[in-house]
């Protein structure tokens, strides 16, 4: 059984990452002021369907809250978590 996946933030890149295989998921963001606005999550196409993206989505709303800034989702996959 492979170990559960670890969910790293990347501020220099602003980003929140998963690495396998040498492949990089990501759910980027932006912080304006108070705000954390998350623009896109990207999976590559041969790590989807194994619940990746949520787990980006799900460190990256959880770092918002714990810093006490509002979540802006422009990413329609963020806005649907």
Do not use: W
Not at 10 to 24: C, K, M, T, W
Request: aromatic content about 6%.
């Amino acid at each position: 059984m492979s170990p559960e996946p670890l969910v790293v933030e990347n501020p220099v890149q602003s980003r929140f990452e998963i690495v396998l295989d040498g492949a990089v998921a990501v759910a980027e963001y932006q912080v304006d002021g108070r705000r954390m606005i998350f623009t896109h999550t990207e999976v590559p196409p041969a790590f989807r369907g194994r619940g990746l993206a949520e787990k980006l989505v799900l460190a990256g709303l959880r770092a918002a809250r714990d810093r006490g800034l509002e979540i802006i989702p422009q990413c329609s996959y963020v806005a649907g978590v």
